[in-house]
């Protein structure tokens, strides 16, 4: 296939797909609701115990690709150097876990474990420290290791390998060119576009919901679904117009700017806030969570104790959930990691993939979510009821604690509305590439397309439900996904298994113009 040519097979399944979802929710979005919670039931009834060996495995298998003798192994040539220099690698990394859904649960998970603990009593010392914990282990290193596998798979086969960089083409070794290049890649290809639109879809829901509830506390706009929707259509035509005029620099300028934002806003509360308590936190939760990661790997609350201790079932709400959630994000993050990390042998992508955005998630939920939870603990109660009230609410309820409360209100919907307009606009890039046999240059129109698909799904989304509704579409378009990420870390087992074990070679320096156009192309592919 030439470069920006569309493929035609894969685009009109997917799109299929997409917009059948839309008319039908659209049709009836009460008969979607209903269908929506007996899908969430059925999944987490039934394969809760998938998702949670599937995902401990994934972390089992980076640690072992990466101690290994595979681990000496480039992703991309022997003589290769490192397109990125580890600060700016970090620092993308740190871009790409810096989303929407850190924003919108940063205050909201911690305190709804205080206030209603798996284990603990409620509102308790045991329960801040536990609540904490939890929120590290949800959080870090079972997602990273989901987008490293995919990014790690990706990165092997597209720049050692050369093949094209979709996921098809990564099951080569498995499936065999004929059936990549047939009937059998168009699906696997169309999986996973389907997958990272509802993946993308899910957070610009939470993020339209957030914003919108914002938009009420400090300027009375009103609540509910319409707002929501009216944010969603704004920032769709932002969107829409940085695709158009392709205001790639822009694009590349707002994902700098809310970086900058995002870790004025965590020094800010860290400084206002509870200082000495946070530090002490984050050291506690991160030893805690490291203590006890084994056996959270694999707690499915197989007898109910924690489902009649919490009134819910805690372990599906909570960890499947976000489990579902992250495997709906990996075809996406993994194809931005993928294309940051070409030239790094697999043990250095794997520590830094890892390590690094794992321990800046722990510094973001203990800043904010321990904030919180020093507040309820220490006479400034109402926050957990306001966030068991609505949960868009717990940030705002926050701030509403700290002297200048409203510019942190601000400050945080606008870091959420940047992370929008990024998302949506490095969404359709990969979709496109995707739809384009790899193409590096898809078509303005078609990024617009899928823009507005995505929107859709979004828009959807909330009048099918809210946040159940988007938990249960992770399920749903999540199970595919992870079947085809086992086939992708066996098909990278098998082809390397075959390559010989030698020692790094000297790394050959690249050009300046060469890192400059790698850095323009890893851009439109940030995540949110």
């Known amino acids: 296939m030439n470069d920006n040519t569309i493929d035609k097979t894969v685009s009109i399944v997917s799109a299929v797909c997409c917009l059948a979802f839309v008319f039908m929710t659209m049709a009836s979005p009460s008969r979607m609701k209903a269908v929506f919670d007996h899908i969430f039931k059925f999944f987490i009834a039934n394969f809760g115990w998938a998702y949670m060996i599937c995902v401990a495995g994934f972390v089992l298998f980076c640690f072992v690709m990466a101690f290994s003798r595979f681990g000496r192994i480039r992703l991309g040539k022997d003589e290769e150097h490192p397109e990125f220099s580890l600060p700016a690698w970090f620092a993308m990394l740190f871009a790409a876990g810096m989303g929407i859904g850190l924003v919108f649960w940063g205050v909201a998970e911690p305190v709804y474990h205080f206030a209603g603990p798996p284990f603990a009593e409620p509102k308790s010392v045991e329960a801040a420290a536990e609540a904490l914990r939890t929120a590290v282990f949800h959080w870090g290193l079972h997602p990273w290791a ?22 098809s083409a990564t099951l080569t070794p498995i499936l065999g060119e004929k059936a990549v290049s047939g009937v059998t890649g168009k699906v696997i290809d169309a999986v996973a576009v389907v997958t990272t639109l509802f993946g993308v879809a899910t957070s610009l829901g939470l993020g339209a919901m957030q914003v919108g509830t914002g938009l009420d506390l400090l300027y009375g706009v009103g609540s509910g679904v319409s707002v929501s929707i009216f944010v969603i259509v704004a920032v769709t035509i932002l969107f829409i117009t940085s695709a158009v ?39 506690e939760s991160l030893g805690n969570y490291l203590q006890n990661i084994v056996w959270l790997s694999f707690f499915v609350d197989a007898n ?19 489990w579902a959630w992250w495997l709906t994000w990996a075809p996406f993050v993994g194809v931005f990691i993928a294309r940051i990390s070409r030239g790094r042998t697999i043990r250095e992508f794997v520590l830094g993939a890892l390590l690094a955005p794992t321990l800046l998630c722990a510094v973001w939920f203990n800043i904010l979510g321990g904030s919180a939870v020093f507040m309820e603990l220490n006479g400034s109660p109402g926050i957990a009821d306001a966030t ?3 949960v868009t609410t717990a940030i705002f309820t926050l701030f509403d604690n700290f002297p200048i409360g409203a510019f942190l209100s601000l400050l945080s919907m606008v870091i959420v509305s940047i992370f929008f307009i990024t998302s949506a606009d490095s969404a359709t890039f990969v979709v496109g590439m995707m739809t384009s046999g790899g193409s590096l240059e898809p078509k303005t129109g078609l990024k617009v397309f899928w ?4 929107s859709s799904i979004a828009a959807m989304l909330l009048l099918a439900g809210g946040l159940k509704a988007i938990q249960t579409v992770a399920f749903v378009v999540s199970f595919p996904f992870m079947i085809l990420m086992l086939f992708m870390a066996a098909s990278l ?15 050959r320096q690249c050009s300046s113009t060469r890192v400059a156009a790698v850095e323009s192309d890893a851009s439109e592919a940030s995540m949110p």
Not at 246 to 254: A, D, E, V
Not at 451 to 454: A, D, F, H
Not at 493 to 507: L, R, Y
Request: some cysteine; glycine content about 10%; hydrophobic content about 50%.
């Open 146 to 167: 989901c987008y490293a596998v995919v990014a790690m798979v990706l990165a092997y086969f597209q720049f050692r390998k050369g093949y094209p960089g979709l996921i």
């Open 245 to 283: 005029t392709g205001i790639n620099r822009g694009i590349k300028w707002l994902s700098n700017i809310n970086m900058i934002l995002a870790f004025g806003l965590m020094l800010l509360v860290l400084f206002l806030g509870p200082t000495r308590y946070i530090l002490n936190s984050a050291v």
């Open 304 to 322: 109910g104790a924690v489902a009649k201790h919490t009134g819910y079932d805690w372990s599906g709400a909570w960890t499947l959930f976000y």
């Open 388 to 390: 068991f009230k609505d």
């Open 451 to 454: 823009g507005l698909v995505c």
């Open 493 to 507: 087992v098998k082809d390397i298994a075959g390559v010989p074990d030698t020692a790094d070679k000297p790394p």
